[in-house]
């Protein structure tokens, strides 16, 4: 086994996670599939984002619409931009895609496609709570809501237990575009509530949490380096 020099390798204690809380309201970004003019998967997170809201949280809703594909333009174009912004001011997310084709929507992918893993010094997901969620046309599946997590651990966020897959959506919305009382709808109120637990749980301690032992390595060689040749 090889030495593991003292100031890299971290031995966990209760006296390295934050002492007090942050008391304003969580902030949540919440994300959709598709560009239909009545696009279920935007129902389902507006839905989402009144919930949240009820239970104290602060969101923002990204709507896709203009934003365009990945490499196709650079960072400086507005939507891109905007969309940057808002993974940086989040502290949890909801995603939300349709299934298409037997996996998530080219819409949804784009919007994290277009999110780099590190900024700078700075990663714009890593840390954050997320919940997966997905409707589909026919029968329940699960297939988008699984590709979504990978794409989250992938993102480095911390991905909730609970999800929702919503079948026949075009059968759970009302003529007013609100969710009717249901099973799928109890579902979505589940996630919501695990997504506020969990946001709280680690907002606060989310930089200590995605620490990692082989990046501490990494950085100190690199360093190392530098010293050396100068």
Not at 11 to 36: C, M, N, V, W
Not at 78 to 100: I, N
Not at 131 to 139: E, F, I, K, P, T
Request: net charge neutral.
């Amino acid at each position: 086994m090889p030495n593991l020099e003292q100031d890299q390798f971290k031995q966990t204690t209760a006296e390295d996670f934050a002492k007090t809380s942050s008391t304003h309201k969580p902030k949540i970004l919440l994300l959709y599939g598709s560009l239909r003019e009545r696009s279920f998967s935007r129902l389902v997170v507006e839905e989402s984002a009144r919930l949240l809201e009820a239970m104290g949280a602060e969101t923002k809703i990204f709507n896709p619409s203009g934003l365009p594909l990945p490499d196709d333009e650079d960072a400086s174009h507005p939507k891109v931009a905007e969309l940057r912004e808002l993974m940086m001011w989040s502290e949890g997310q909801v995603w939300c895609s349709p299934e298409r084709h037997g996996s998530m929507t080219g819409i949804m992918k784009s919007q994290i496609d277009w999110v780099p893993l590190s900024v700078g010094a700075v990663r714009p997901t890593q840390g954050k709570t997320l919940a997966v969620m997905q409707v589909c046309g026919g029968s329940q599946s699960f297939n988008a809501v699984n590709q979504l997590r990978v794409l989250g651990r992938w993102m480095r966020m911390v991905t909730i237990p609970n999800q929702s897959s919503v079948a026949k959506a075009f059968l759970e919305f009302d003529d007013n575009n609100r969710m009717k009382p249901s099973s799928y709808y109890n579902r979505i109120v589940d996630v919501c509530e695990e997504l506020m637990r969990f946001t709280l749980l680690t907002r606060d301690n989310a930089d200590y949490l995605v620490d990692r032992y082989s990046e501490r390595v990494e950085s100190a060689e690199e360093l190392s380096k530098r010293v050396n040749q100068k």
